[in-house]
């Protein structure tokens, strides 16, 4: 089982940035595909990034392009987000997941592995 843990939330005004991290206790973890959901109230939880097992290759949902950027250090066991010019938009519980096998599919399926998430408010 891998355990994955968020952090780095927290309340910031629009147009300030935050950066989440999320750890993962695994040795395995340079060959996981790893991304990067968001929930907010009463919606579903939707894709914001993924990156492949060697960081090579990034993805971003079109509501994030050029201001959210994604890496992992596989040293450290860990993966990051760093969100920039923040809306209220943005405002949600931030999930970081893993997969065994690389693909595009930005739906939650595939994910078998998911950490407890980490709000992110942002105010107006």
């Known amino acids: 089982q891998v355990q994955l843990v968020e952090s780095g939330g927290g309340m910031v005004q629009a147009g300030n940035s935050l950066r989440l991290s999320c750890a993962a206790a695994?040795?395995?973890?340079?060959?996981?595909?790893m991304g990067w959901f968001r929930q907010a109230p009463e919606k579903e939880r939707e894709f914001v990034a993924a990156?492949?097992?060697?960081?090579?290759?990034?993805y971003y949902a079109d509501s994030v392009k050029g201001r959210f950027t994604i890496a992992r250090d596989n040293i450290k066991n860990m993966m990051y987000l760093q969100m920039n010019s923040l809306n209220p938009a943005d405002t949600a519980i931030y999930y970081c997941?893993?997969?065994?096998?690389?693909?595009?599919?930005?739906?939650?399926?595939?994910?078998?592995?998911w950490g407890q998430g980490t709000q992110v408010t942002v105010s107006s």
């Open positions: 990156i492949t097992d060697n960081g090579g290759s990034t």
């Open positions: 997941a893993a997969r065994r096998y690389y693909s595009l599919d930005t739906s939650t399926s595939g994910y078998f592995a």
């Open positions: 695994t040795r395995a973890f340079n060959r996981y595909f």
